[in-house]
């Protein structure tokens, strides 16, 4: 069998199927894991990393190279006020290369690595990718500021980080698409990061981690905002406060602004995503 399938932490290199590399890159995760901790949950406005050139450039560019067109039929279209994207998360519509490099980020290699930088113990991947996967965000696209949903709802695991992959090569700083931090009472943004190619954020998710890019996309038409999303959980949460509370996204105004209401968004609100989604498919079928 070709290397890449036998393990999903291994796979044929540009040289050859038979010069073996691995998706994950064990001496970066090691010093990222054993000197950037305290960074990490001490970072501003919640405990945060940006990593820069985590992964092999080559491993991306494939990913890249097989990433579905904002017309192919496996996206997901999300179009409120709120939110302008696209989102494939179901497994059969990932294409192969890069459904073996995030089950490497769900392994058990990466799990510890994750527990070692944000000293969250016993942490679960998500083989469903609820709400993550393949993110994609065409010019005018946007995602406001808002608090995740924090069960996954199949499992009914406690969310507990975000991992965020930029796939954006020669991005410019005037197309927008900032990922932004805000502190809890919304005053104040925090942190501005530019979702360039290659880099990795990682964040802790609460009810007040309020993050998001608000402002529409002003790329090219012939360009978009590509990212992979990866949510991670435990089996309880850290209180018993949150513990059995279950909520959607919770977005966020951010000062002056106001968002439009509509009883079709009032109706989404009180539904639970994997509800709400299996109605969009079956009004637009």
Known sequence: MHAEMDNPLRLATRDGPDAAGEFLPSRRMEEVATTRAKGYSEAQP????????????WILDRILAEFPRPGEGIWEKHDIAEEIKLQSSHERHIPPFTRQF????????FL???EQLTRINKLIGDPRFEGGGLHQITRGGKLAIHADFNKQRYFGFERRLNLLLYLNKGWKEEYGGHFELWNSDMSQMVKKITPVFNRVVIFSTTDTSFHGHPDPL????????KSLALYYYTVGADTAATADLGHNTLFQERPGERFRSSRTQWFRDLTPPIVWR????????
């Open 112 to 114: 510890e690595f994750l």
């Open 46 to 57: 919640f405990p945060h990393i940006v990593l820069d050139n985590f992964f092999d450039e």
């Open 102 to 109: 995030l089950y490497a980020l769900n392994s058990a290699t």
């Open 218 to 225: 002003n790329c090219p038409a012939d360009t978009s905002r």
């Open 278 to 285: 299996m109605l969009s498919r079956r009004f637009k079928s």
